[in-house]
């Protein structure tokens, strides 16, 4: 694995073009479906108030929580496990939902933290690596002191991480096993009532590193898994909505160092990375399912100079795939030593919906109905 290295080589801007798509009203907010009978949500009531709409919208504020200054960025730069950053942020009084989003970009030394091994490894083998405090990181979130949530950090590889061939287009035996389970509540006094918010989450994880032929050879099995309800109660205490969000991201690769000839090393890979996120929306009136998968894998080899990729080959495969109630979609596209050799999209509608299938665009599969 190619230390963390910033050169003219590895270093540089890009310029992109993005284009957006976008696919109507989301099904639980343009189509009114008969009151679900399992008895997950209560029915209307004057006990059991309906949630307007509008509580599933995107947010019609967005209060930033990050470094003011920005002289060094706007991200808060958290240096060890005791380190901590916070932000005052004063919430307008006719709020009725507030979502904090969290977002980690990990770098320097813990660039590739989900492959990092113990300080104790480190320290009994005499090496020079700032990369340690083992396989495992987990963001921990308060409000007003109190304990929020936590998770753990999805896992991004930079287009030079592993083997930089991969992205040009697109020892001892070191385990964790990791849970926690935390549930909070609090309410607000509205329109609608006295509404109660409770949030229960499972966190699981597991690492594991491995070293052997004295560290030449690195395999990496990596998996975490959390799941998330919502539940909205009324002042009767029926749930009068409920949104529950499971998601999970494995990542395992095997890298295989040999000497090579005039000072270089020959390294071999396959990797495996994968984000997996399903989300259910139910209230009186409406409710919705989503589902996204997004995998990559990739095998190849490179030789290695002074941290310089100087020969190799890579191929790589992605897969794309959405849906919900109302679309399908997806995208695979095959790629080898950065030529794209493969991209292909295909997706679907329901029957009631067929019709937008006649705007698909050219050189897509379509499907006018599942």
């Known amino acids: 694995m190619l230390e963390n ?9 890009y310029n992109v ?10 099904a639980y907010l343009s189509v009114v479906n008969p009151p679900s009978s ?17 509580y599933f ?20 730069r958290i240096q060890n496990s005791s380190d901590s950053r916070s932000k005052l942020v004063t919430i307008p009084s006719s709020t009725y939902r507030a979502v904090l989003e969290v977002f980690v970009s990990p770098h320097s030394n813990d660039e590739f933290w989900y492959s990092n091994p113990p300080d104790l ?13 083992a396989a495992y990181r987990e963001v921990v979130v308060s409000v007003d002191h109190h304990f929020a949530g936590s998770f753990v950090p999805f896992p991004v590889i930079y287009t030079g991480g592993i083997n930089p061939l991969s992205w040009q287009a697109v020892a001892p035996r ?10 909070f509540s609090g309410w607000v006094l509205s329109s609608l009532g006295n509404l109660t918010t409770e949030v229960e989450t499972e966190l699981e994880a597991r690492s594991l590193v491995e070293f052997t032929s004295d560290g030449r050879n690195k395999t990496v099995q990596m998996k975490a898994e959390q799941e998330t309800e919502v539940l909205v109660r009324s002042e009767a205490r029926k749930v009068i909505g409920k949104l529950k969000t499971e998601s999970e991201y494995p990542l395992s690769f095997y890298m295989d160092t040999e000497d090579g000839e005039d000072g270089t090393s020959v390294v071999t890979g396959s990797l495996s990375h994968t984000l997996k996120l399903e989300t259910e929306v139910k209230s009186d009136g409406f409710e919705n399912e989503a589902k996204l998968v997004d995998e990559q894998t990739a095998v190849g080899w490179m030789v290695v100079k002074d941290h310089d990729v100087i ?6 495969s992605q897969m794309y795939r959405y849906s919900d109630d109302r679309w399908r979609y997806q995208r695979m596209i095959d790629a080898v030593d950065g030529l794209v050799l493969g991209d292909n999209v295909s997706e679907s509608y329901r029957v009631q919906d067929a ?14 109905a599942w």
């Open 38 to 54: 399992n008895g997950d949500v209560a029915d209307a009531s004057p006990a059991a108030p309906t949630l307007p709409e509008s």
């Open 311 to 316: 020969n190799g080959s890579a191929a790589t």
């Open 121 to 133: 490894y480190i320290q009994e083998n005499n090496l020079t690596t700032q990369r340690g405090n």
């Open 57 to 76: 919208q995107p947010a019609d504020l967005i209060l930033p929580v990050s470094e003011a200054t920005g002289d060094s960025g706007y991200w808060f």
């Open 355 to 368: 019709a937008k299938a006649k705007a698909c665009l050219p050189g897509r599969s379509c499907d006018e």
């Open 17 to 26: 073009t993005v284009s957006f798509e976008f696919h109507g009203t989301p």
């Open 5 to 13: 290295l910033v050169n003219d080589q590895y270093t540089g801007i």
């Open 174 to 183: 070191r385990g964790i096993h990791a849970k926690r389970k935390s549930f």
